[in-house]
């Protein structure tokens, strides 16, 4: 099958579609995530100018989530503040790009995680001294965690706290699981599928993933897109919204947008295809930013920050101390901190105003590090379909996608509601893709 734009007059995206005097290949990308920019640089190893490709992107910017924003002298991040390279792939692609120089190591002494019970923050339990001491779980909960390391035959085939809640107890589930998803997914664990959600862990743990270091780069997450923009601007237009496959002549098309635009997108071509896409759901979070004088604190944040309990029904799902994990992230004698809200359990949080999501912000500051200062600067960014959410019925939408995407020869999907939402996660699909793909 060969999209092409329709043959009629005054066709409105006569300059997004493809010259099509040569007989050169085709290839269009929809979408300059991180997802599309990363196929259209395995697409351009791979193929080199053999083959005319095109990334469309309908803002005008590229990157989607992942934007660094200059905050006075502090540095913002509207999305991923960091990567895990315990995997070689991403260093493989940074070394390509010759940012390897340019990358910055996560503070060690920021290593320390806490989880907010009741007012308080408690260390998460890492080590055998704090998760005998650590009130987060009472001794008999701390055996039933022991005794559920040993068990091997509990289904992944069910909800996430359930899945916990079988093999380490309801009050692992409770005040460990539960605040790791609501903060890390903006998810509700009751609703979201093990299996899904994480259907490598098995894998992991029959092999080992080497050392994890967080690792970002000098002038944060966005200095890879501007890098990725900068080597492949003659192929990206931007500004550039694609809203049927039949306004672009390709002979091959990743659609790497979320999977609300993809559905759309798809809708005249595929409808199975349209409609699976359509059920994904994502929860919606905003992010505050604020640089703070040091001195501004009662009580200086420490360590990476903090997660929330969703028992304790809290807009906020957690606190991250930039400045404490990157240094670079803000001059000395200040503080950079991101204060994420919302999610799954308090989705209306994207109906408030950026000035009543900044306050609710600082009154979480105020409350847990005794905030006696305005902020020197402050950002708000409101994400309102944040991260996809894999729940229970994701296994059977994945069938659907997949069986209708069968139906649809040359298009491919890339983004991160299929096969994992991190940073690595959406590189190596990236790469699996490009190295795929087949032309009729």
């Known amino acids: 099958m060969k999209f092409s734009p329709p043959l009629v007059g005054g066709n409105p995206y006569e ?3 493809y010259n099509s005097r040569n007989n050169m290949k085709r290839i269009a990308i929809i979408g300059g995530g991180i ?14 100018d053999t083959v005319e490709i095109t990334l469309f992107e309908r803002q005008s910017r590229v990157g989607g989530t992942i934007h660094s924003v200059r905050l006075g002298d502090g540095l913002f991040e509207s999305g991923p503040n960091g990567f895990l390279d315990h995997r070689g792939l991403i260093l493989e692609l940074i070394r390509e790009l010759d940012l390897e120089d340019q990358l910055i190591d996560a503070n060690p002494q920021a290593k320390h995680r806490y989880i907010q019970f009741n007012g308080r923050l408690y260390p998460v339990p890492m080590d055998p001294l704090t998760f005998i001491t650590t009130p987060l779980l009472s001794p008999g909960a701390k055996c039933r965690l022991i005794a559920g390391l040993l068990k091997k035959d509990i289904s992944p085939n069910q909800s996430i706290h359930q899945y916990v809640s079988k093999r380490f107890g309801p009050l692992v589930a409770e005040h460990l699981a539960d605040p790791f998803i609501s903060g890390i997914y903006a998810g509700d664990s009751r609703h979201l599928h093990m299996a899904s959600t994480f259907p490598k862990m098995f894998a992991l743990k029959k092999k080992k993933s080497g050392r994890m270091r967080m690792r970002s780069f ?3 997450m966005g200095q890879l897109i501007q890098a990725l923009y900068a080597r492949y601007t003659p192929y990206i237009k931007t500004s550039a919204e694609i809203t049927s496959l039949k306004t672009i002549n390709a002979d091959c098309i990743v659609c790497a947008t979320p999977a609300y635009v993809a559905a759309q997108i798809l809708s005249d071509t595929s409808a199975d295809l349209s409609t699976a896409l359509s059920q994904i759901s994502y929860a919606p979070v905003a992010v505050a930013g604020v640089v703070l004088n040091q001195k501004a604190f009662k009580q200086q944040p420490q360590g990476f920050g ?7 029904n809290k807009e906020v799902l957690g606190v991250l101390i930039e400045s404490n994990v990157f240094a670079q992230r803000s001059p000395q004698g200040q503080v950079m901190i991101r204060v994420m809200l919302g999610g799954a359990h308090h989705p209306a949080i994207i109906n408030d105003s950026e000035p009543q999501i900044l306050a609710k912000a600082l009154k979480e500051l105020e409350a847990t590090y005794g905030l006696k200062e305005k902020p020197l600067h402050a950002v708000v960014k409101m994400w309102p379909k944040a991260i996809p959410q894999y729940e229970l019925n994701y296994p059977l939408l994945r069938q659907a996608i997949a069986h209708a995407l069968a139906q649809t020869p040359h298009v491919y999907l890339c983004a991160n509601y299929l096969d994992g939402i991190s940073f690595h996660d959406c590189i190596h699909n990236a790469q699996s893709i490009a190295g795929s793909m087949a032309f009729p």
Do not use: D, H
């Open 15 to 17: 300059e997004l579609v």
């Open 35 to 48: 997802s599309g920019l990363a196929v259209l640089y395995y697409l351009k190893q791979r193929f080199a």
């Open 218 to 220: 000098k002038n944060g």
């Open 306 to 312: 903090y997660l929330i309990l969703p028992k304790e």
